[in-house]
Structure formats: C-alpha cells, structure tokens
C-alpha cells in the first residue's frame, strides 16, 4: 500500500466531472466515468490510474509504526489548520511530454502550503528502496533534484515544486500531441472559466503495486476562503 496526499476538487465540481470523463474514472468512487475509448484511453492510461489531482506530497509507503487511519486522523487535523489557497483560473499546457493543467501564476501561499504539508507528514513515510530510486532515474535529474529524491522521496519540491493536475501519458509526436492538444481544450475550456480554490486535502490510497489510487478521504479546510 502506498498513501498520497493530494488536491482534487470536490466530486461534483464541473472540472471533477469533465477530469473523469476524460480520464474515464472517477476516484472518489473507484468506477468508470464512461464507456471504453481505445483512442482516449491509450493516451490517459497512468493519470486515470492515479485519479485527477495535483500533488502536494508525493506517493509513499508508511513508515513502520504507522497506520492509514494514524496518517488520516494527522491530515484531517492539520486541514483545520490550514488556509485555503485560491489559484486564479488554470490553463491547459504541455509540460516536458505530457499534458495537465497548470496555474497560470504560482500564489506563494502555495509554495508554503507545499512546504508544510511536505514537512508535517515526512514522519510517515518510508524511506526509499532502491528499487524506488531508480525509477526515478535519479541521472536524469539535477542536482538539487537528487538532494530532494534522498531527502523527502520526491525530486519536484520547494524550488522545484510546480502545481499541476496530470491529463495525459508522454506524447512524443508533434502533430499527435497538436490534436491531443485541441482535444483538451475542447473537454476543459468552458469548466477553466471558474477560478480553482484548494479548499481540501485529500488522502489518496494505492492498495497495491500498480493498482488504481482511490480516495479514502477528502478533509475541507477550515481557515476560510482566501481573500
């Protein structure tokens, strides 16, 4: 079992449902959001796999000693203590190979929250196996990367942090990833008008190794809106 903690709107949020048509899964009920669609589903096969969200601290395994209902009780108190983040609209954009939805403008309310929660809850997690290292390709990475991977199991923290909600695997062709791109804004543009708030945390559970991340639970924050 491996545990992530992560943004995701709530389940009847106009951009939740567009997210699980396209993805065609739905992670708050671990069903399908629609039927097969071999030329969507060989594009979507690991952000479905993983549920529409951002990352606020990556997936890991627990340390010893520590309980899925500890680590749920942890975040659901630390959500009462957090203030929510309002991230203005997002954008649809391709970043390295792969497609999601970005902020156009990172707030640095949300490089603290991102440093918070990476803090708060490296006491549960187990340090990296070799095997998990690697396939991080570690010699690919930089160097402060590198530092990041050893420290909290995860390369894209702190500077190297950057908000975005995963839509689509690597797409290496040029004129496949033009009309994938066209696609996307067509699914999303409409639903992208409405100003995104982190406004809860959301524990996400991965049973088993390759298995679909479901959510176990989503904790509203309870600092209020953001002004």
């Known amino acids: 079992m491996r545990a992530a903690i992560y943004f995701t709107p709530a389940k009847s949020n106009p951009l939740t449902v567009r997210a699980a048509e396209w993805l065609g899964r739905d992670a708050f009920d671990r069903r399908p959001a629609r039927g097969p669609d071999p030329k969507i589903d060989v594009l979507v096969s690991e952000p479905a796999r993983y549920g529409f969200h951002a990352t606020l601290k ?129 699914q999303f543009n409409h639903v992208l008008e409405i100003p995104v708030v982190i406004d809860a945390l959301a524990l996400f559970v991965e049973p088993g190794p390759g298995a679909p991340f479901y959510i176990h639970s989503r904790h509203p924050l309870k600092c209020g809106m953001p002004s």
């Open 58 to 186: 990556a997936p890991f395994r627990l340390a010893d000693g520590t309980t899925i209902n500890d680590l749920d009780q942890e975040l659901a108190a630390f959500a009462q203590r957090m203030q929510a983040v309002s991230l203005g609209t997002l954008a649809v954009t391709r970043l390295d190979s792969f497609f999601a939805l970005t902020v156009q403008a990172t707030p640095p309310l949300l490089l603290d929250a991102e440093e918070a929660i990476r803090m708060a809850f490296e006491p549960f997690r187990a340090p990296l196996t070799e095997q998990e290292v690697a396939r991080r390709d570690p010699q690919n990475l930089s160097k402060r990367q590198q530092a990041n991977l050893s420290r909290w199991g995860y390369p894209h923290v702190g500077q190297d942090f950057r908000f975005h909600m995963t839509l689509t695997n690597a797409i290496v062709d040029e004129a496949e990833a033009a009309q994938v791109e066209r696609r996307l804004h067509s």
